[in-house]
């Protein structure tokens, strides 16, 4: 299960995820995404991280696509920053 959060930073957006990002869970974040992307463009995107316990391939290839359009990735989490690293490349 997974729980999608969006706060105002003012100038940018936060998506806070809990959770596990997997299976049916991982078109709730691109669902979300998609929304705030169209509904404020060019606004700074930052998905926050802290607390995903679990990220399956779909959620890392959905979190690639998100960070290829310019969304910035948050992690503390030794296994969450492994994710980004990887990710980021």
């Known amino acids: ?3 999608v959060t969006v706060e105002d930073l003012g100038n940018a957006l936060r998506l806070k995820v809990e959770g596990r990002l997997a ?3 991982v078109p709730e974040l691109e669902q979300c995404w998609r929304r705030l992307t ?3 463009p060019g606004v700074a995107l930052i998905v926050d991280l802290t607390y995903t316990d679990f990220v399956d391939l779909a959620g890392k290839y959905l979190l690639t696509l998100m960070y290829r359009s ?20």
């Open 1 to 3: 299960m997974v729980r």
């Open 38 to 40: 169209a509904r404020s």
């Open 23 to 25: 299976g049916v869970w």
């Open 70 to 89: 310019g969304v910035q990735l948050s992690a503390n989490s030794p296994y969450m920053k492994t994710v980004v690293a990887e990710i980021a490349g």
